[in-house]
């Protein structure tokens, strides 16, 4: 079982706007909401792959509601657990270019908090867990550390989609993945990157900290894997980007699944690639047809070592 947790689930509200004029009356030319949240995302996409899944997470108020229900619809099986709060709005709104407004996410109760760690207690050795998003603020900073002791105390692997402090915090657990994207890297590590040297130098140094395996995510520009054994670039498919939210939560489903059935990491990253562009092309996350298609798009390089990064 590929269990996934968001802590901080959204109802992603989506509004295109034919030309955005601050200030001014705006008028949608239309709109969409989806059961968002990266977790909930890589459970969506796992499913729709053919894994099973279990989608655990805070969720409260009626936007909650609509996130159980939506997935309750769609056959992904869910566990979440129930708070006082109201799970958050993001709206991410679609102009010429796409901006995001996130929420802060609702305050989470000590109580509740205890509640997801137990409910964790049935996981096994032969699952995978996945945590990922943020935080919500309410919840104390050694949260995502509890976490990852926990599930290596069950002996399943770990993967962890987060940010910043939390991030660093957990690369000594020995994560199975982690997926900063390129901009993550830099402020994870408080720097500028310059040029693909650059981001093959710390991303190496993500393995260093303890990380199994890094995938660092450059939009469309595609990808580099760092794994033990070696580096890879792979290049993005072309096409029309539609909604580009939840691609790095595709390839995060796209790797994780494959890594069920196969252990050839350059599958995986292959399947990885073309989940994310297959989302980035779509309106709401990839179809699996849409991800078959891009397969064979997909072009992986083994970086030679001369390109490995001299810092
Ligand atoms: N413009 C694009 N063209 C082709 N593929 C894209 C494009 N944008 C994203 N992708 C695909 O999606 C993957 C992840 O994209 P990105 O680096 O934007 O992740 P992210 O920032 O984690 O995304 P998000 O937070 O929106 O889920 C890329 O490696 C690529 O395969
Ligand atoms: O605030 P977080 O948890 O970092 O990100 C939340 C979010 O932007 O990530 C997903 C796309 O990756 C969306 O479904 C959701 O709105």
Known sequence: MIYTITLNPSIDYIVHVNELNLGELNKMDNEMMFAGGKGINVSRLLHELGYETTA????????????????????????????????????????????????????????????LLQQLEGVTSQDIVIVSGSTPPSLSNDFQIRLAERINRSGASFVIDTTGEALKSVLEYRPLLVKPNKNELAELFGVTLNNQDDVIYYGKHLLKCGARNAIVSMAGEGALLFTEEGIYYGQAPRGQVKNSVGAGDSMIAGFTGKLTATPDMTEAFRVSLAAGSATAFSDDLAKAADISRLLDKVAITRVSTSEKGGK
């Open 56 to 115: 655990l997470g805070f969720l409260g108020g009626f936007t909650g509601s609509f996130i159980a229900e939506t997935l309750k619809n769609k056959g992904i099986r869910t566990d979440f657990t129930p708070i006082q709060g109201a799970t958050r709005i993001n709206i991410k709104l679609k102009a010429r270019s796409e901006t995001e407004i996130n929420g802060r996410g609702p305050d989470i109760m000590p109580e509740e908090a205890e509640r």
